[in-house]
RNA sequence: GCCGGAGUGGCGGAAUGGCAGACGCGGCGGACUCAAAAUCCGUUGCCAGCAAUGGCGUGUGGGUUCAAGUCCCACCUCCGGCACCA
């Protein structure tokens, strides 16, 4: 006799220790899982072909930024997801390409350089390898020869060749397409003016183009954030304040794809939500824009006449002169209703349209909104502020003069940096007139009834006090006067977008250097003059520095590399390096490209490679990039396109996000200062918070209470995990605890993938639980040595065990292709529930079984195949084929209703026609019973289904 | 404020308009054991009843239907995102 257990670890595998040899019986994860894992390796397992062969699929993760805290339980998730379907293919035939990768830029890495002194590159590749060593733990099947980092030369190389694509590229708008810079055609005045002029002309019209313009500068972080990087005018990362200022930047002219990157999203397998998010952040709006005159001094009437006439001539011009004040709206049938005109604090005709004795308050009010930061700034609680300028517009259509105010409310950045404001329609311009006592003119009424005069209706309706307009509807209203102010020269029908384009330079060191050159004069500074560096002098590393730090001004970290990097001589003349560097971003844009041909030293992928992978098939992860990668890499993939690099529009075709992991759940109980609880629902300021164990409360109705003080309500969620509230699980525990393969199926059992869902320690224990009983199924748990268990044995299955397997094989087949994975790991359970008590196993039925587990828990599937006497590796053995004859039963219990309600069920041929089937639910003594003296009125009957009679 | 998503046992969740609660956790009872662990078996929505059985039950209120967790209308709560874009 052995003694097995011992201690405290009864019932647990010793955490992380080769087990004695005399408890090997056990299902040991510890000991099975590096097995398989190095068996994989040595035999290149999951190595994909150069090309994929009939079918093929692409599923593809998004790859991890490689932190210092290691893998989270919120990754495996995902990355278990599609591991289970790319298994799962393979198994079927299909060529699966399955790499995985590190988004290792960014700025963790550079603080933690910072704090150190330690150079970002060494940190990122010890958090690298952490992260390889947990994926590696956790058994997925990915092409590890395809792995690639941001940060490896060979990849910032390509990184940097593309980004000179987008800088050799303009956009066309007649054709919407981008197109190399040699084919801008050079207007007849530009050429002209010679050479300078034409280059300035190219880098005006670039993809990739130089602004000088305000910034989003986060201090703390020492760099300018794109504005999808700030939220609520803190940055996104770490939530730092963010101020506006003027500077030099990179920019990509993203806008120039807005329509396209909205348009062609309709055709994507996409979650809905993630859709809209992407086309409200593109955020396309119809109007038209309005020209107002500004009215002089004096002789208003004169002048407005010369301009109209001259304007009905001339037509409505490309750009505004100074004499008028062009504005956009989306709601051009309220023009009867303007009563006042805005224009941002930054607009450039706030100068000269403020007058003598409004300027102090003007130059105020402009300094006071520069000082604001954005979070101030739109900051709706604040109310409305704002300057009259003393200058008044003529309106365009009834020839009344406007005032002109300047208020903050009105943005620079968008439409044409003015409204024309209509207090009566707007809520926005409603609140600013109630605030300064502007009037509030009433154009437009509901469908349904009269509206109050000075009252707000913003919706659509019949337009009244409109002049000749009078009466229309808010639609035909907006077609008739664009047309009549295109035709008058005062207008146009104008789209707008959200949407900017992405400002994508940073001042960090660790990014990539952009590939560029600055030309200086004979004197040391820039003449303006860029240049590419030439592709066969890619990459352009980092040059080697120690202090990493940003500075207190928007000079990059780069600047301070010696003349050694920084100055670059080229035919004579003499360049400074580009100092800024590319944001986290640019890696992830086109990593997916990379792997398919990860090693190219030619090309950044093999034209046939691509075409032959592409598009990503599936794409799994987290729904925190539903705007900024994904709206980035597309827009990549689609100039990439446009130039002939890649063969479809579009790089991801389905795209599934899956839900996050909370931890575990908590009770929240409240003690008033004076140490009593205090009911959760009116805990108050003093109050402290603390953790209430489970078995101290119990449920009362709607409300968790405190079991021994049943009036006290406590309060029960699951919490985000975090450090600070101290609820983060950590994948490596998980694993010396259960097991790699306990902690993937636990994920995939918890509940539906996109669902956010609560962690749970006692739920891991209970599919660790399965797999023991799956072990046990095989392996025979009385001998000493892992032996096959005697109760498997070479019978022929019978009829109702073929139905069993069958049933369980077509259930499981459906919900992977559907990622409804914890519905199939339920039905696998309930197949061993039936199996488990069974003397006699036999093998017809417990090998698929095994191959049907092998995708989700590979190495107990490997091991189990490997005791049952069959060859490795049964990650690639022919996935089961369900057999249609055995996922049919002769005979079928059916519930028989009486009006409705439940009150019997008869057993009945699977096949039985409707009449036997009503016949026989009638001869039910308990259904005769109910329906004697009864008269019925109808009869339903789903063959297979239901009988429903009723009755009067 | 706007836009998404979700409300089902003590908990996670399951359910092509057709038997609500599969599967798992937890609980309860039993077998095995000197005892415990592990394992196996049974049981477990609530109320009434010894039981057969009956009643009630999917956030709330209405509606459609022979039949509603599922479809429609209104509302409530929670979670997530966006937020002066004219």
């Not at 900017?500 to 990014?511: K, V």
């Not at 209430?692 to 029960?716: I, M, N, T, W, Y």
């Amino acid at each position: 006799m052995t003694i097995r257990i011992c201690g405290v670890f009864a019932g647990k595998p010793p955490a992380n220790s080769a087990p004695p040899e005399s408890i090997m019986p056990r299902y040991q994860p510890a000991r099975i899982e590096p097995k398989w894992q190095s068996w994989w390796e040595a035999h290149a397992t999951f190595a994909t072909p150069r090309l994929p062969g009939v079918r093929k699929t692409y599923v593809l993760d998004m790859f991890p930024y490689p932190s210092g805290d290691g893998l989270h339980v919120g990754h495996p998730e995902g990355y278990t997801a599609t591991d289970i379907v790319t298994r799962f293919e393979r198994m079927r035939g299909t060529s699966v390409m399955h790499p995985m990768g590190f988004d290792a830029f960014g700025l963790p890495a550079e603080e933690h350089a910072i704090r150190t002194g330690t150079p970002p590159r060494e940190s990122t590749q010890r958090n690298i390898d952490t992260f390889r060593r947990q994926l590696k733990m956790l058994g997925f099947s990915y092409d590890w020869n395809r792995e690639l980092a941001t940060t490896d030369l060979a990849y910032v190389r390509w990184t940097q060749w593309i980004f000179l694509v987008l800088f050799d590229t303009w956009f066309d708008p007649a054709v919407q397409k981008g197109r190399p810079i040699a084919d801008l055609p050079i207007p007849a005045e530009v050429a002209e003016q010679g050479e300078v002029a034409i280059a300035a002309f190219r880098d005006a019209h670039r993809l990739a183009y130089q602004s000088e313009a305000p910034v989003n500068w986060c201090p703390a972080l020492g760099t300018v954030l794109a504005n999808e990087e700030v939220i609520g005018g803190v940055s996104e990362r770490g939530g730092h304040p963010v101020v506006r200022i003027p500077l030099r930047q990179w920019m990509l002219r993203i806008t120039a794809y807005a329509d396209r990157l909205e348009k062609e999203l309709e055709h994507l397998d996409w979650p809905a939500s993630i859709k809209k998010l992407q086309c409200d952040w593109i955020g396309r709006s119809t109007g038209a824009e309005v020209d107002f005159h500004v009215a002089p001094a004096s002789g208003c009437d004169t002048a407005f006449a010369a301009w109209t006439s001259s304007r009905r001539a001339s037509g409505f011009p490309q750009q505004p002169g100074n004499d008028v004040l062009r504005v956009y709206t989306t709601r051009p049938d309220t023009l009867y209703g303007v009563t006042y005109l805005v224009v941002a604090p930054e607009h450039p005709l706030v100068d000269s349209l403020t007058t003598p004795n409004h300027r102090q308050a003007i130059v105020a009010y402009r300094e006071a909104a520069a000082r604001k930061s954005d979070l101030d700034r739109t900051d709706l609680a604040k109310g409305k502020t704002g300057v009259f300028t003393g200058s008044h517009c003529i309106h365009p259509l009834t020839g009344q003069p406007v005032p002109v105010w300047v208020a903050d409310y009105v943005l620079s950045t968008y439409g044409t940096g003015a409204i024309m404001a209509v207090p009566a329609h707007d809520d926005r311009d409603w609140e600013f007139a109630k605030t300064f006592g502007l009037d509030i003119v009433t154009v437009v009424e509901p469908d349904s009834g009269h509206a109050a005069d000075g009252s707000l209706f913003t919706g659509d309706g019949r337009a009244i006090a409109s002049g000749p307009y009078t009466g229309l509807e808010t639609r035909a209203f907006i077609a008739k006067v664009a047309a009549d102010l295109a035709s008058a020269g005062l207008g146009k029908p104008a789209v707008n977008y959200k949407l900017r384009d992405w400002l994508f330079s940073r001042q960090r060191f660790w990014g990539e250097p952009f590939p560029i050159l600055h030309e200086l004069g004979p004197d040391g500074r820039p003449t303006g003059a860029i240049c590419a560096v030439d592709e066969t002098e890619l990459p352009v590393r980092l040059p080697e520095l120690t202090d990493f730090r940003p500075g207190d001004t928007p000079d990059p970290p780069l600047s301070r590399a010696g003349d050694g990097w920084l100055i670059v001589e080229k035919d004579g003349k003499r360049y400074r390096r580009e100092t800024n560097t590319m944001p986290q971003w640019a890696g992830s844009c086109w990593y997916y490209l990379r792997f398919l041909d990860p090693t190219n030293a030619d090309r950044f992928v093999d034209p046939e490679v691509e075409k032959a992978w592409m598009p990503v098939d599936l794409y799994v992860g987290g729904a925190e990039h539903a705007v900024l990668h994904l709206l980035y890499s597309r827009f990549w993939h689609k100039v990439l396109f446009d130039r002939g690099h890649v063969s479809c529009p579009e790089p991801f075709g389905k795209l599934v996000n899956q839900g996050m992991i909370l931890g575990e759940m908590e009770f929240t109980g409240y003690r008033s200062a004076k140490g009593g609880w205090v009911s959760a629902q009116d805990h108050g300021e003093g109050d402290t918070a603390a953790k209430v164990p489970f078995d101290q409360v119990e449920k009362q109705g709607e409300h968790f209470v405190l079991r021994d003080a049943p009036k006290v309500r406590v309060e029960s969620r699951a919490y985000k995990m975090s450090k600070s509230r101290g609820n983060v699980v950590n994948p490596d525990t998980v694993v010396k605890e259960f097991g790699a393969d306990s902690l993937r199926l636990y994920e995939m059992f918890m509940g539906p993938l996109e669902a956010t869902k609560p962690w749970s320690t006692a739920g891991v224990g209970g599919v660790r639980g399965f797999l023991d009983r799956c072990w046990r199924l095989v392996v025979d748990d009385r001998s000493d040595e892992v032996v096959l268990s005697p109760q498997v044995v070479d019978d022929a299955p019978t009829d109702d065990q073929l139905r069993e397997l069958h049933r369980m094989l077509d259930k499981v087949t459906k919900d992977i292709p559907s990622l409804s994975f914890n519905t199939a790991i339920a039905r696998m359970m309930e197949f061993v529930n039936v199996f488990t008590p069974l003397e006699r196993k036999p093998r017809g039925v417990i090998e698929p079984f095994v191959v049907a587990l092998a995708p989700f828990a590979p190495h107990l599937a490997e091991e189990l195949w490997e005791v049952l006497g069959k060859p490795a590796p049964v990650s690639l053995m022919t996935w089961p084929h369900v057999e249609e004859q055995w996922l049919r039963d002769d005979s079928i219990e059916i519930p028989v209703q009486i009006g409705g309600k439940l009150r019997a069920r008869v057993t009945v041929p699977a096949d039985a026609d409707i009449p036997t089937l009503e016949a026989t639910a009638a001869a039910d003594p308990r259904i005769a019973e109910l329906l004697a003296g009864k008269q019925v009125v109808k009869v339903i009957t789903v063959p297979g289904r239901m009988v429903n009679f009723v009755i009067r």
